[in-house]
């Protein structure tokens, strides 16, 4: 056996607080990430309520992380414009992405198979739904899904009616 150096237990002992130092930083990371909602934001046609949902959000929010998944690439473009963090498309980005999101956000139609005039297949309808999220859905009479009780609403009225009820969620953690 090799005799030891007198620096052998300083070296040691210098290496096992600067893996210790990691660990901490790595588990503060995690800690502030985890903390961190992750938004997901869904639209079809040409996305201009996912783009205006987008952009009004990161207006209040600016460091909120945004996923965009649009039902086709119009939708997905305007929505990564408006400022969304990442984007994809289509039927798998939407049942992958509804599976790890806290909060989804985007018209009624993103819950209804064949909706969007087609767009939206039976699984985006099902993943949504079924998603552990809390969703906020706008109610958007159109292309045949028509929301009894609920009056036609300005985009923008609509868009401020989301951005209150994201702000609850986001500060009370509370889904009304």
Same mark, same amino acid.
């Given at each position: 056996?090799?005799?030891?150096?007198?620096?052998?237990?300083?070296?040691?002992?210098?290496?096992?607080?600067?893996?210790?130092?990691?660990?901490?930083?790595?588990?503060?990371?995690?800690? %502030?990430?985890?903390?961190?909602?992750?938004?997901?934001?869904?639209?079809?046609?040409? @996305?201009?309520?996912? %783009?205006?949902?987008?952009?009004?959000?990161?207006?209040?929010?600016?460091?909120?992380?945004?996923?965009?998944?649009?039902?086709?690439?119009?939708?997905?473009?305007?929505?990564?414009?408006?400022?969304?963090?990442?984007?994809?498309?289509?039927?798998?980005? +939407?049942?992958?992405?509804?599976?790890?999101? !806290?909060?989804?956000?985007?018209?009624?139609?993103?819950?209804?198979?064949?909706?969007?005039? @087609?767009? +939206?297949?039976?699984?985006?309808?099902?993943?949504?739904?079924?998603?552990?999220?809390?969703?906020?859905? +706008?109610?958007?009479? %159109?292309?045949?899904?028509?929301?009894?009780?609920?009056? !036609?609403?300005?985009?923008?009225?609509?868009?401020?009616? +989301?951005?209150?009820?994201?702000?609850?969620?986001?500060?009370?953690?509370?889904?009304?």
């Amino acid at each position: 056996m090799a005799p030891q150096s007198p620096a052998a237990p300083f070296v040691l002992c210098f290496f096992a607080k600067i893996m210790y130092a990691n660990i901490e930083e790595k588990q503060e990371r995690q800690r %502030k990430t985890s903390d961190m909602k992750r938004i997901l934001v869904i639209d079809g046609q040409g @996305g201009q309520l996912g %783009k205006e949902l987008i952009r009004s959000i990161k207006e209040q929010h600016p460091s909120l992380p945004i996923l965009a998944v649009g039902t086709n690439a119009m939708a997905t473009a305007a929505m990564l414009k408006a400022g969304a963090m990442q984007a994809a498309t289509g039927e798998n980005a +939407v049942i992958t992405a509804a599976r790890k999101a !806290d909060i989804i956000i985007g018209p009624i139609g993103i819950v209804i198979a064949d909706a969007f005039l @087609g767009e +939206v297949t039976a699984a985006m309808a099902a993943a949504v739904g079924r998603a552990d999220a809390v969703r906020i859905l +706008v109610p958007m009479n %159109k292309c045949e899904n028509i929301i009894a009780g609920v009056a !036609d609403t300005s985009m923008a009225a609509l868009v401020q009616d +989301v951005l209150r009820r994201l702000r609850a969620l986001l500060l009370e953690n509370s889904p009304c």
